[in-house]
């Protein structure tokens, strides 16, 4: 399959053309994973008929491929190479339909012994891992009260006990077993960093704005934490949090204030102070040891920001020739009922405008490996639309998580023309997905021959292809 390369914030093919990339998430995230049941699927006619539907009915051209460290190595120094060459087989089948691959090695929470709705590091790789914890509401909330989380995270990117070289090791020993899989484009190394210190006070400063700019009420939740029984520590905040909105009435305007494009931007302001630490002493040490043991010069290497960069808190490494930012964001009710009727385009504008600053800073392309989400109902889907908006309006490749192709709603949005490969720079993208017309502008500044040509995605009609014409270049298609 055709290479690429990074040229400035573009992503060009082998013969100098733009590329965009459109795709979606597919995760096992799962402590043990039978290598029989997945080369079941693999073998399956509704695997078949899943590549089909997503290549040439949603013109999907990548797909970030996310597993775990635990299965692939259950015991400490055993790999199950089994499991390894189904996957490999997997990412072969999707090649052979003109399917790219980001391999992404998932966690969240660092690992499942720690929290139920944790994955990523096998048991073995966690000091101290006892009693697996639930969360109230959330799955997310290990992140921010629960300091076994947040020691397996600090033992990680301290590397004690040798835990992230053993992880170095694993993805090594990944990498090299698949290395005549020709469609994988990168490698993605750690799902959502998360900083090993100041988590909490970093969850609890946003929550101490947001209580402050929505009900001016000065709070000092970090003493709710005092006695160290933090699950009722954490249960005891959210009544005093709930005791401030008090009524429907305040709740709204919760909802209302926060809404605000500056009041959310306030609520965030200044937190990079507990994040840059992290991102300079820890993440881009780690980042360029992957890049320099794992990577090489024909792939790429997918960074992400730390996890609260996902709202837009300012975020920055450095980067070498062929590294790409992979960034999320979500709403802050994504995994709640509330991302139906609450879900804010301001909000999300703020965040995806912050991580256009960090990448004009950075100066690399982006491929956005998480965003997304759904919920009962379809409100949101004027949410989804409005992102898919802003992607165009940056011109960024984008991954889709959570993508349910029986959703006909969520279908009519996602499922739109994009540029796949353009002759050239594009200059505007955009679609109108009410009236259904697309626009796409560009300029080609060379002569690519005769038998190199624009191609775009188009519903219904698969890729169509432009001659590659000098000049200024416009087309609009009705779909």
């Known amino acids: 399959m055709e290479q690429f390369y990074c040229d400035g914030m573009k992503i060009r093919d082998s013969v100098g053309r733009e590329r965009i990339f459109r795709g979606i998430n597919i995760c096992w995230k ?13 073998e399956s006619e509704k695997f078949l008929n899943f590549i089909e539907t997503t290549d040439k009915k949603l013109g999907v051209n990548i797909i970030r491929l996310g597993v775990t460290w635990a299965p692939f190595e259950e015991e400490e120094g055993k790999y199950n190479d089994e499991l390894i060459d189904v996957f490999k087989k997997y990412i072969q089948i999707l090649g052979e339909h003109g399917i790219y691959v980001m391999l992404d090695m998932h966690q969240d929470l660092f690992a499942h012994c ?3 709705f944790g994955d990523g590091a096998p048991k073995w790789a966690v000091a101290n891992c006892k009693k697996q914890q639930h969360p109230f509401a959330i799955w997310a909330e290990g992140y921010f009260y629960m300091q076994s989380v947040q020691n397996a995270f600090n033992n990680f990117w301290n590397d004690r006990n040798g835990v992230q070289t053993k992880f170095v090791n694993m993805w090594s020993h990944v990498k090299e077993r698949l290395s005549d899989c020709d469609n994988i484009i990168g490698y993605d190394y750690f799902n959502e960093p ?7 006070k970093t969850f609890l400063t946003i929550l101490e704005n947001v209580t402050k700019i929505t009900f001016d009420r000065d709070m000092d939740y970090e003493k709710y934490f005092a006695d160290g029984k933090e699950k009722k520590d954490f249960a005891r905040m959210a009544l005093k949090i709930a005791s401030i909105i008090k009524s429907p009435a305040g709740l709204k305007k919760l909802f209302t204030v926060m809404d605000s494009k500056e009041n959310f931007a306030l ?4 937190l990079e102070k507990y994040t840059e630490p992290f991102n300079k002493e820890y993440y881009q040490p780690f980042f360029d040891r992957m890049s320099r043991e794992v990577g090489c010069e024909d792939q790429f290497n997918f960074f992400e920001h730390n996890y609260y960069s996902n709202l837009g808190i300012p975020f920055e490494i450095s980067t070498k020739a062929n590294d ?9 009710f994504i995994d709640s009922p509330l991302y139906n009727k609450y879900s804010s385009n301001n909000r ?10 960090n990448q004009l800073k950075m100066n690399v392309p982006v491929l956005f490996g998480e965003w997304g989400g759904g919920a009962p109902g379809s409100d949101w889907i ?11 309006k940056y011109h960024w490749s984008s991954i889709y998580w959570g993508y349910h192709i029986k959703n006909k709603q969520l279908e009519r949005v ?3 023309p994009y540029p796949v490969a353009v002759c050239g720079d594009i200059t505007k993208i955009h679609t109108d997905s009410e009236k259904r017309i697309f626009t796409l502008e560009w300029q080609c500044s060379r002569d690519f021959g005769e038998a190199v040509m624009t191609e775009v995605y188009v519903p219904e009609k698969g890729i169509v292809k432009y001659p590659a014409v000098i000049g200024d270049n416009s087309i609009i298609i009705e779909y």
């Open 324 to 332: 790409i930012y992979s960034p999320h964001a979500y709403d802050i």
């Open 114 to 116: 720690l929290c139920k």
């Open 414 to 416: 996602f499922n739109r």
């Open 30 to 42: 799962v402590p043990h994973i039978s290598a029989e049941k997945v080369l079941e699927l693999v």
């Open 194 to 200: 998360f900083i090993h210190e100041n988590g909490r």
């Open 348 to 357: 999300i504008s703020f965040i995806l405008d912050a991580i256009r600053e």
């Open 382 to 392: 004027k949410h989804i639309d409005f992102i898919m908006g802003e992607f165009e």
């Open 267 to 270: 609520a965030v302001r200044g």
